[in-house]
């Protein structure tokens, strides 16, 4: 008892919690579910007008998409957006935002420009 006293004091003199250790060891053991886990991303599947299914993230789908058009394959992915933007805009009146590809592939699908299958 005398040495779980001693263990008890701080070097001031002052008396530990000895609810402290038992929190600590709470932490510890609960630590790993504490983890961040990696986010798994969702994978989708889109179908544009002409019948080309592809299949990926939101950013996947959409570098897939630039890739195959011969004209922006070179471009970068946000002039990419901001061309299907203004053209589905003109074509349909609906506002494409271009912001990310998680907002511009669903947008483009309620325009009616492609089709989300998955």
Same mark, same amino acid.
């Given at each position: 008892?005398?040495?779980a006293?001693?263990?008890?004091?701080?070097a001031?003199g002052?008396?530990?919690?000895?609810?402290?250790?038992? &929190?600590?060891g709470? &932490?510890?053991?609960?630590l790993?579910?504490?983890?961040?886990?990696?986010?798994?991303?969702?994978?989708?599947?889109?179908?544009?007008?002409?019948?080309?299914?592809?299949?990926?993230t *939101?950013?996947?789908?959409?570098? +897939?998409?630039?890739?195959?058009?011969?004209? *922006?394959?070179?471009?970068?992915?946000?002039?990419?957006?901001?061309?299907?933007?203004?053209?589905? +805009?003109?074509?349909?009146?609906?506002?494409?935002?271009?912001?990310?590809?998680?907002?511009?592939?669903?947008?483009?699908?309620?325009?009616g420009?492609?089709?989300?299958?998955?």
């Amino acid at each position: 008892m005398l040495l779980a006293e001693v263990e008890a004091q701080h070097a001031d003199g002052g008396v530990r919690d000895p609810h402290q250790l038992e &929190l600590f060891g709470t &932490l510890l053991t609960e630590l790993h579910a504490m983890q961040k886990k990696p986010v798994q991303s969702e994978s989708h599947l889109v179908m544009t007008l002409a019948g080309h299914t592809i299949r990926g993230t *939101w950013e996947e789908i959409l570098l +897939q998409m630039k890739a195959a058009d011969r004209e *922006w394959a070179r471009g970068s992915l946000i002039d990419f957006m901001a061309s299907l933007a203004r053209r589905g +805009q003109a074509e349909t009146g609906i506002v494409i935002p271009t912001t990310d590809p998680e907002a511009f592939i669903p947008r483009r699908a309620e325009a009616g420009v492609l089709r989300i299958m998955q």
